[in-house]
């Protein structure tokens, strides 16, 4: 999220900086906000990443139709088909937020017949993350 600040407010030489604002959010513990404190920057951009994985996409009215993934259509699909397509809805989900620059599929393990651990790379404005999921089909 991006404002602007005039650094300088006589007409002849008035300049306008674009500054990056901070990505405060509060601190969630256990899926419970805590009046403990807040997070900015990376630890604030692993906090929303964990929530965009957890939240499942048209199911809350409090969320945009971006927000969220759609990884709850994978079950009941064959492994095959699931691989295929968890890299691109991981991606699509996170993504949407536009503090996520790219998101790296780098490994997806069939751990039991229906379920995937899936480790990816997300590229954010504060960082890189490794994220690590288990996706049930």
Same mark, same amino acid.
């Given at each position: 999220?991006?404002?602007?600040?005039?650094?300088?407010?006589?007409?002849?030489?008035?300049?306008?900086?674009?500054?990056?604002?901070?990505?405060?959010?509060?601190?969630?513990?256990?899926?419970?906000?805590?009046?403990?404190?807040?997070?900015?920057?990376?630890?604030?951009?692993?906090?929303?990443?964990?929530?965009?994985?957890?939240?499942?996409?048209?199911?809350?009215?409090?969320?945009?139709?971006?927000?969220? +993934?759609?990884?709850?259509?994978?079950?009941?699909?064959?492994?095959?088909?699931?691989?295929?397509?968890?890299?691109?809805?991981?991606?699509?989900?996170?993504?949407?937020?536009?503090?996520?620059?790219?998101?790296?599929? +780098?490994?997806?393990?069939?751990?039991?017949?229906?379920?995937?651990?899936?480790?990816?790379?997300?590229?954010?404005?504060?960082?890189?993350? +490794?994220?690590?999921?288990?996706?049930?089909?």
């Amino acid at each position: 999220m991006d404002d602007y600040v005039l650094t300088d407010t006589s007409p002849e030489t008035a300049e306008v900086t674009e500054v990056t604002m901070p990505s405060l959010t509060y601190q969630v513990i256990d899926g419970h906000v805590r009046h403990v404190g807040t997070l900015d920057g990376q630890d604030a951009m692993r906090q929303a990443v964990e929530k965009i994985l957890r939240t499942e996409r048209f199911v809350w009215p409090i969320y945009s139709d971006q927000y969220g +993934n759609d990884l709850m259509e994978l079950v009941g699909k064959e492994m095959p088909y699931a691989r295929a397509e968890v890299g691109r809805m991981l991606s699509e989900a996170l993504l949407a937020d536009d503090r996520v620059d790219q998101v790296i599929v +780098n490994d997806i393990t069939a751990v039991e017949s229906s379920v995937m651990a899936v480790k990816a790379t997300v590229y954010t404005q504060f960082g890189k993350l +490794n994220i690590e999921s288990e996706v049930t089909t």
